[in-house]
């Protein structure tokens, strides 16, 4: 779960990418409110990983909404989870000759 000083450094990224982001920092609720709210359960790293995702998006002009990163981090979890994963049980790896006996039914 990411802190709110991890959407702090995420949204000062956007506002370093983006010249024309002026996000809302005073009062309540301000951006790093809503930031919190909307991605505050996913790691700080998929954050980041859907920050820099969405800022590298061809054509993009101004910076990404809550929901987009929502989005992008919902992708990258999707990813992770599919992905290789060990067999369930343990391969076994038997000798030539332990393979021949359980092959004739010997113990």
């Known amino acids: 779960m990411a802190t709110r000083d991890e959407i702090k450094l995420e949204i000062r990224y956007l506002i ?5 982001f002026l996000p809302t920092l005073e009062g309540s609720p301000n951006t790093v409110d809503v930031f919190m709210d909307i991605l505050g359960e996913y790691s ?4 980041h990983k859907a920050v820099v995702s969405c800022i ?3 054509g993009r002009l101004f910076a990404p909404l809550p929901g987009e990163l929502l989005d992008r981090a919902k992708m990258f979890i999707a990813d992770e989870k599919s992905r290789y994963k060990p ?7 038997l000798s030539g000759e332990e393979l021949v006996r359980r092959m004739k039914g010997e113990k």
């Open 44 to 47: 700080a790293d998929i954050l």
């Open 56 to 58: 590298k998006d061809p």
């Open 16 to 20: 370093l990418a983006f010249t024309n």
């Open 87 to 93: 067999p369930a049980t343990p391969e076994v790896y």
